[in-house]
């Protein structure tokens, strides 16, 4: 049936500036590395970017990896952006990225200028597109010059083929000079993709800082930390859930009783908030102003929902903050 979106989709949805940049992102974006792969069911990840296009997300998240087979969810998002959101190509903001194992020899993965050019041209190719919105260097590479890395960067702009450029998961350190040396070429970075969760805290030590101060954005990934911040582990691992597929990223091995422990107090903390546990992570994310939008994913259409709802809340008593520092410490 022809995809004809809700007319409302902008009404609930908040957009915040990235950085300093003219471009605003919703506060809530989806990303498709897990569940939109060829192992993945079509109708159920129709369903899904629909409901989030719906909801007033814009911003879609991939890689040229995202899978699996690496490829695939490029390729199947390539298919719905055709079926369904072909007349609303400038509604939405697109990303991908290069950095991680892609094909074989020594120019499919890490940071050369070989590497991302040729990466981002395959990555248009499966999405059928002529430009992406952001693309990102994946990952930081030790041994290739960052001038290199950040040149193929400001290329791929040059080229039209990405509007925007961002980095991700680098130390605050390297992000500073990426930043400095793409300034200097006249292509900014825009943003920074960083692992930022209740249970992943490590851009605290610095990063959030040095992107505040050179005014880029910040999109933090797995920010329910692949489903850990939420209630579904707490009865067992269920047979569907990421922690049980044998392509999914979560190992059982994550989830000890010292964990689980942390996560039943939260989750009776976000009870009492009348918030889902999901909801009351994504929320605690939002409450920084230099959030720029936490990017989730979902493997269905209720999950999106109830993540979707954490909007509706996002404020924090002093005294909630630190029973959250006392569970998490
Ligand atoms: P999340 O931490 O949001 O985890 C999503 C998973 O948690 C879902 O697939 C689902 O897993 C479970 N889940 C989600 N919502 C709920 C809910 N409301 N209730 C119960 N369970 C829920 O994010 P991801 O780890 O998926 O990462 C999000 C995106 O970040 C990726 O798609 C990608 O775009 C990006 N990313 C970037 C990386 C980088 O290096 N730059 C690395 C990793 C991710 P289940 O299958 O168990 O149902």
Redesign the pocket.
Known sequence: MTYVPNHARYEHMSYRRCGKSGLKLPAISL?????FGGVDVFENYRAILRTAFDAGITHF???NNYGPPPGSAEENFGVLLKKDFAAHRDELIISS?AGHLMWPGPYGEWGSRKYLIASCDQSLKRMGLDYVDIF?S??FDPNTPLEETMGALDSIVRQGKALYVGI??YTAENSAKAIQILKDLGTPCLIH?P?Y?MFERWVEGGLMDVLEESGVGCIP???????L????YLKGIPS????A?EH?FLKTSQITPETLQKIEKLNALALERGQ?L?QMALAWLLKDPRITSV??????VS??K??LKCLENQHFSAEELSKIEGILS
């Not at 990303?31 to 569940?35: E, I, R, S, T, Y």
């Not at 990934?221 to 489903?227: H, N, T």
């Open positions: 990303g498709l590395w897990h569940n998240d991939l890689a990225k990102y994946h990952r991700s998961s993709q692992k969760s990934f797995s920010p329910l930390a692949q489903g911040l939420t209630d579904k569907d859930s990421r922690a597929k999914g889902t999901a990017l989730i994913g979902a493997s269905r999950q999106l109830d993540s």
